[in-house]
């Protein structure tokens, strides 16, 4: 069975840093492009990130360019979001998902709130 | 990268079918076949009930269905059922990832 869980998420200031982590199981991680989707409270899905199987490819939406930094660890079955210079509109609930064309598996998301 | 527009809500009695809107450019719905649809519950992740326009994930049921004409997809589901009432968003795949703004089903 696919899992997928996220942690990492928490309260943070303005300006400050978050790194969330995904724990991949049940397939074969380094087999897949992978995705970090948010979701803003009572607001609909943006699509935050995605990389390559082996890291070589990464991709950002315009708002987090600069600021976030997706990454794996395919030995140790993990995806990364790295968060720095967070502002309050950055606030989502935040889900790991598997693919980059559709998104078949997701995990049950982690709360980041960045406010003072 | 621009949302993709879709209606704010749409409804319908159970039994019925109703067919869920999904608007973008020819640089992302209308120049590529990869359109997803996700039904969320609330306080649930996403499920993915289309991909690749039309195709269908194991276990997803026949009454879901997907289209995509020119720049604009659409998902019928129908005979509608009670459970069916949740927020669906589409997807388009274009290098980046994109998603609509959601649509909110409410079975009568």
């Known amino acids: 069975e696919v899992q997928l869980v996220e942690s990492g998420g928490g309260l943070v200031q303005p300006g400050g840093s978050l790194r969330l982590s995904c724990a991949a199981s049940g397939f074969t991680f380094s087999s897949y492009w992978m995705s970090w989707v948010r979701q803003a409270p009572g607001k609909g899905l943006e699509w935050v990130a995605n990389i390559k199987q082996d890291g070589s490819e990464k991709y950002y939406v315009d708002s987090v360019k600069g600021r976030f930094t997706i990454s794996r660890d395919n030995a140790k079955n993990s995806l990364y979001l790295q968060m720095n210079s967070l502002r309050a509109e950055d606030t989502a609930v935040y889900y790991c998902a598997r693919g980059v064309k559709s998104f078949q598996h997701w995990g049950q998301g982690t709360l980041v709130t960045v406010s003072s | ?108």
Not at chain 2, 12 to 34: A, E, H, K, L, M
Not at chain 2, 46 to 67: A, E, H, N, T
Not at chain 2, 76 to 103: P, R
């Open chain 2, 1 to 108: 990268q621009s949302a993709l527009t879709q209606p704010r809500s749409v409804s319908g009695s159970p039994g019925q079918s109703v067919t869920i809107s999904c608007t973008g450019t020819s640089s992302d719905v209308g120049g590529y076949n990869y359109v997803s649809w996700y039904q969320q519950h609330p306080g649930k992740a996403p499920k993915l009930m289309i991909y690749d326009v039309s195709k269908r994930p194991s276990g997803v049921p026949d009454r879901f269905s997907g289209s995509k004409s020119g720049n604009t997809a659409s998902l019928t589901i129908s005979g509608l059922q009670a459970e069916d009432e949740a927020d669906y968003y589409c997807c388009s795949y274009a290098g980046l990832g994109v998603f609509g703004g959601g649509t909110k089903l409410t079975v009568l």
